[in-house]
């Protein structure tokens, strides 16, 4: 039956065209947050999800070799302004399929990523790697046609990569919020402009070695958004940087080993959302 919907509708799209991008539920990729929208090009900054669009803005690849298959993530790789902190993923034929986060091993403290999370970073000679994509993993080598990005946008589902095998290692995050009970994901505070946070697994007395370097952003009972976090001061026009006076402002329970990071600049997070219209998510 779901398969005969989404064939007439497919029809309808070559057919008659009536359908569009932006009408998709994810009609975008914004990274980003911050205050300042009118006066920063890096506030909620929408970003290329063709690969023809990537190279007009400035974007160069960067799979280092190489090809769609051949290494700890699916896709080919692009990056802008040699900042890592955004590396964008596109299937063969061109369109955007997934989302990285790279951080150089020499701007990390020792003990970071935790031995506890290191199978949520893949070791990218001198970069740590975090990956999450906007369709299913194993399809990317055989790459979207224009109908299926019309149809679903950005994306048909957020699968972050836990392992270092993409086509077998990942989480699917559950579209709708009243599905995420029955996990281990808790229920954070809600943001204005950043939606309901969910982070997983937190509890006061956890050590900080345990903390889930993702959360999942979501509003009107939909998944719309998620980020990273990282916990010490990285450098980026793409990063946030939380300082702990303002942990209440995103979390019901804040963890007590957060307070032992006492650099005054703050932890590191990105928020990144999948439609157009963060300034409305009003959880
Ligand atoms: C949840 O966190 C606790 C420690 O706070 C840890 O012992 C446990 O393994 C975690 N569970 C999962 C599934 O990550």
Redesign the pocket.
Known sequence: MKTVVVLALLSLVSVEGWLFNEDAEWNDLKVTWGLNQLFSSTVFDSLPRTESDALAEGWYDFSRGAKCEDSFYRGNRYIRDVDPAVMLLFDKNGYIAGIQMGVRKADLPAHLPSD?MKHMWNDDIDMYVITAYFVNPATICTGRSEALFTLAGTGDGLHIQNGPNPETDFELIPRDEADIGAT?WTQGECFYTMGQHYW??V?K???CD?F?PVFLLYNSGRLNGFGWNINVYLDSPRYEHPTTDVLDMFFKVIPDCFYDNTDPRGATTQHIYLDSAPSFNFC
């Open positions: 506890n281990l997983y697994n509890t007395d956890m050590s345990d889930y």
